[in-house]
């Protein structure tokens, strides 16, 4: 960022709560990191605006104590992760420090861990040879990081191309020992070892190109895979209001989806809720290794009452550690509970320096910040050729429950997948809570996934998904109407096409998370239920009198519930299944 | 607060508010404490040497010429077993004629726990409120609110809960609390004889609204060092914190800050969420569970104080009047324990999840009967047994009288589901049902 080595130092002028004004004395850069000395203890803190001489910056930390006339010290580079084995599995703050090897029991200011062990050795093999060229994520060798891939790469800030002048051979190296040395055109040698820093704030572009994405990320959640998938490479979010069962929904998707590696940020969230993931994650299995979930999770704990400043630093902070691991070809979720959270944190900056509001006093440029956070996401073409991908689903919490707020909106402008959870839902216990008709997935519309979908789940799921939607929609039309005519004011066909969305809605839509058959189901039994479902709702059945119909139909749904409960082909729900054929046969026409 | 010998007095206030006052000074660090002409004030912003002052107690009369004496630390609370029994202000000061605490001085506010250093809640609140414990149930290191409209009997319940819990400590942090209310807590803790378990911080309506802000801070550092050093199960209860937000608007405003939704500062879901993250299990047993009030204003749940306290709360509890009864129920509707998962079924008996959930169900439907009823349908049989079981479960079970304990809560529930409905009606799970449906004979 500078050239010279001296950097620049300040004395504190001015303290409004987080908000810090340092005099400097020298050049300063914004979002440059600075160090506040408190009675011997250095603060860490960002410059976040600068006019004449005075920088202001925002603490990391309580600010509570600072007086006037401390010494500041600033870093010369922007907020920065240090990337390399041995990120996963842990727990970190939204600086990445690492939580669990903080000493006391509460958090002490300015107790800044690193974020992995320096020191520890990994079996290292080579990928790439002397001679080589190479450019910024180029992989050199690699290490088995809980028996995922690690790909050691050339630093991400390299510009331009270098040559590999030499690289360790096979072995054990420790972290911090230099593992290969590269060549700049001036001839130059730059040692590379297994850790590298990354501005957190910045995008990773060591990669070829960034596709549109074409191939579905299944989550085991019926509602999104079947209706609304969600892709490798995508981006979803989660609106809802308290007690709709947002943090439930992300915590399934953590849980079951088909990724390498699952980063959580826990930004602003309740501090009990993180410790459920400490506490279930290194015993829950990953159901797609049988590895314990943890081996392949980092979690980024920021909860409500952890410092402002640090909240909105935690998301970046997850973000570079998804890019990371993206850049090594591996399929990798990122999660953020709540994105709101991050928006509130940036809208109690802005109003101490006094800027201009937006809507709801949230910061004006709010939009281009969300927006430019979620094209972070996305699959790529690394320089190899190989694939990796950064798939981003955040939760939003509307204020008042109510989706016509600025992050909801902002956010709905990027993200493809929208979740819509429906306090409605919530209330008649029908989870997952997310409205079959408000939500949409706009990748259903892509042709590339279209195409993929019909060649791996069958040649017509298109045509079916959008069967199953149609029933949805028009059972609602039907409700609406018996709603207004009263139960007999209406033909028994109305009530068929009613009830007809009810076995989509009871069977697809509603899951039980808490279920250990239920609560996921993989593509496959997806789309057997699908078909099956599909077969019952266009089987034409007779009726003498609409009375008729809900106790027959809530029959129907009772046994494709069992079926749903059931190990999936087995005796069990062979028998539900036989059970069922016999329930349409009694009312069968032709 | 006695001012220390050799302190610098500075006497240049440039400027005046309602609740700020700015004086020339340094030294001074962010947050201290100060007295201005007598009055108690804190650090709220420095540029350079022009130090604002929030004054808790308003800025009535202060001249331009006042002395202004700095402590030289933020607010603090001397915490040790003294504090017992006792009854404070916002200040920490007693307003019981007893002496000034005695221990150990600890700021307030203090750090947050490092999240890896807490353990799962797993521990069961009883509290012989069927409404609760069989629907609703609390666990320690829980923070849950009742949302009220200023009518309902919330303090009341609160105090009973409060004494049926089996706390070691109780910490009542009264904020804005009329002088009424504040004597009803009072004469309650006294009867029970569980004053020596007791302590109080309270503000009332009497005292300058902006003194409540320390409220809870003082009743947190307090409940911290006893869940901390003495490894206790303790208690606050905080009420009513939507009078904590008002006190927080008040400020943000004379601080020129730009309102957020319905005038609250922008900051304050973190300012709440500061104070209910206090709430904690700690691996070497203590705890400390916050049970805190959010009036609401008409039932209005998505203005922002009860909508930001969602957000960061286990659940709510509501309190509703049934009017079949003529009592106040805990709504099972509108009610929620987030934690409850973490307990029922294994620290309760097997069959609790199944009977809570068949029970709201069966009172959901006599809801729909009711319905019915008013738009002048007629009722099925079925509709007519749920509205009798709606009477009953109301009265027997949901009624903020009842005091019985969980066991015998499950019991009741069997015994009205056998006495309204078939097996089938209820259907539940078949061998639970084999084994706890009572014989029709008896």
């Avoid at chain 1, 045509?463 to 028009?474: D, F, M, S, T, Y």
């Avoid at chain 2, 005292?207 to 490894?231: C, G, H, I, Q, S």
Wanted: proline letters at 5%.
């Amino acid at each position: 960022m500078k050239d010279t080595a001296q950097y620049t130092k300040g004395k504190v002028n001015g303290i409004i709560a987080n908000l810090v004004i340092v005099k400097v004395d020298g050049p300063v850069a914004q979002n440059e990191i600075c160090f506040i000395r408190h009675a011997g203890t250095p603060l860490m803190a960002e410059v976040i605006k600068v006019i004449g001489d005075k920088a202001y910056v925002q603490v990391f930390e309580s600010t509570r104590g600072l007086q006037p006339g401390m010494e500041v010290a600033f870093a010369g580079h922007m907020l920065e992760a240090t990337l390399g084995p041995g990120i996963l599995s842990k727990n970190y703050d939204g600086l990445m420090h690492d939580l669990d090897t903080m000493s006391g029991t509460f958090l002490q200011r300015g107790e800044y861990t690193p974020s992995f062990d320096m020191d520890k050795k990994w079996s290292f093999t080579p990928l790439a040879k002397a001679g080589d060229k190479v450019m910024a994520g180029s992989w050199l060798g690699e290490v088995k990081e809980n028996n995922i891939p690690h790909k050691i790469m050339a630093p991400f800030k390299l510009e331009g191309q270098h040559t590999l002048k030499s690289v360790a051979e096979a072995g054990e190296y420790a972290v911090k020992d230099t593992i290969a040395v590269l060549t700049d055109s001036r001839g130059e040698d730059i040692p590379v070892t297994m850790a590298q820093k990354w501005p957190v704030k910045k995008a990773v572009k060591a990669y070829q190109n960034k596709p549109r994405p074409f191939k579905l990320l299944e989550t085991g959640v019926r509602t999104i895979d079947t209706l609304n998938p969600i892709v490798e490479g995508g981006t979803g979010f989660i609106p809802g209001p308290f007690g709709s069962g947002k943090t439930v929904m992300q915590q399934a998707i953590s849980k079951q989806a088909e990724a390498d590696i699952v980063i959580v940020a826990a930004c602003g969230e309740r501090a009990n809720e993180v410790v459920d993931l400490f506490t279930e994650f290194p015993e829950l299995d990953d159901p797609w290794t049988g590895r314990k979930l943890m081996e392949r999770t980092t979690i980024i704990a920021n909860t409500s009452n952890m410092p402002v400043a640090a909240r909105e630093a935690s998301v970046y902070t997850a973000m570079a550690i998804a890019e990371y691991y993206r850049s090594m070809g591996l399929k990798v979720l990122l999660l953020a509970d709540s994105t709101s959270r991050w928006a509130q944190a940036l809208r109690e900056m802005s109003n101490r320096m006094e800027e201009l509001p937006g809507p709801d006093a949230f910061p004006m440029d709010l939009p281009a910040i969300i927006s430019n956070f979620y094209s972070r996401a996305g699959i790529v073409y690394l320089n190899n050729g190989q694939t990796g991908s950064i798939t981003f689903i955040g939760t939003v919490s509307p204020a008042g429950g109510n989706l016509k707020e600025p992050v909801t909106e902002s956010t709905k402008k990027v993200a493809r997948c929208f979740y819509a959870l429906s306090q409605q839902r919530a209330d008649s216990k029908r989870y997952p809570a997310i409205d079959p008709i408000e939500s949409y997935s706009k990748y259903l519309e892509y042709p590339e996934l279209q195409k993929a979908l019909n060649e791996q789940i069958a040649s017509d799921w298109i045509g079916q998904v959008e069967r199953l939607k149609n029933i949805l929609l028009r059972g609602k039309e039907a409700a609406e109407q018996i709603n207004i005519l009263g139960d007999d004011g209406v033909s028994i066909d109305t009530h068929l096409t009613f009830w007809r969305s009810e076995v989509v809605d009871e069977i697809i839509l509603q899951q039980d998370a808490f279920d250990p058959v239920d609560a996921r189901t993989p593509m496959q039994r997806q789309k057997y239920m699908a078909e099956k479902v599909l077969s019952v709702t266009d089987t034409n059945l007779s009726f003498s009198s609409y009375e008729e119909v809900n106790p027959y139909f809530k029959r129907v749904i009772s046994t494709l519930k069992q079926m749903n409960y059931s190990e999936f082909e087995s005796g069990q729900f062979k028998q539900y299944e036989e059970e069922l054929a016999q329930i349409l046969e009694e009312r069968k026409t032709a | 607060m006695e001012t220390r010998a050799f302190q610098r007095i500075y006497t240049k206030i440039g400027q005046i508010t309602k609740a700020t006052c700015t004086v020339q000074a340094t030294g001074v660090g962010y947050e201290e404490l100060a007295m201005v002409a007598g009055k108690a004030a804190q650090v709220v912003k420095i540029i350079e040497d022009q130090v604002t002052l929030q004054v808790f107690t308003g800025t009535e009369g202060i001249p331009t010429n006042a002395e202004v004496v700095f402590m030289g630390k933020p607010p603090t609370l001397k915490v040790g077993e003294g504090l017992a029994g006792r009854f404070f202000n916002a200040y920490g000061q007693p307003i019981d004629d007893g002496p000034e605490p005695e221990g150990d001085e600890q700021e307030i506010g203090g750090p947050s726990v490092n999240p890896v250093k807490r353990e799962q809640p797993s521990e069961l609140i009883t509290t012989g409120i069927a409404g609760i414990d069989l629907n609703n149930t609390l666990v320690t290191g829980q923070k849950i609110p009742f949302f009220a409209d200023p009518d309902q009997p919330f303090n009341q319940v609160m105090a009973m809960v409060a004494m049926r819990a089996k706390a070691d400590k109780i910490i009542l942090g009264g904020i804005g609390l009329t002088n009424d209310d504040y004597l009803y807590f009072k004469n309650v803790f006294e009867n029970a004889g569980a004053l020596h378990r007791i302590i109080s911080f309270v503000n009332t309506t009497e005292d300058p609204p902006v003194e409540r802000l320390l409220v809870p801070d003082m009743a947190l550092t307090a409940a911290e060092y006893f869940a901390v050093e003495k490894n206790e199960k303790v208690l606050v209860l905080l009420t009513d914190m939507t009078l904590y937000a008002d006190a927080l608007s008040i400020v943000s405003n004379r601080m020129d800050q730009i309102p957020s939704k319905d005038s609250m500062p922008g900051s304050l879901y973190s300012d709440l969420a500061k104070l209910y993250e206090k709430a904690v299990q700690f691996e070497a047993g203590g705890s400390i569970t916050i049970i805190a009030v959010t009036t609401l204003s008409g039932g209005d749940i998505t203005h922002a104080i009860p909508d930001n306290t969602g957000y960061i709360t286990e659940g709510q509890l509501f309190l509703r009047r049934d009017t079949e009864i003529g009592k106040v129920i805990v709504d099972p509707f509108r009610s929620l324990s987030r934690l409850k998962q973490l307990v029922i079924g294994k620290k309760t008996r097997a069959d609790h999840p199944q009977v809570m959930n068949a029970a709201v169900r069966l009172y959901a439907d006599a809801a729909n009967a009711r319905t019915k009823l008013e738009n002048g349908f007629d009722l099925t049989d079925y509709d007519e047994r749920a509205l009798e079981f709606a009477k009953a479960y109301s009265e027997r079970l949901l009624a903020i009288d009842v005091n019985i304990g969980p066991e015998k809560m499950l019991d009741v529930a069997w015994e009205l589901f056998a006495k309204y409905f078939s097996q089938a009606e209820v259907g539940m799970k078949q061998e639970l049902m084999d084994k706890y449906w009572p014989d029709k004979e008896d």
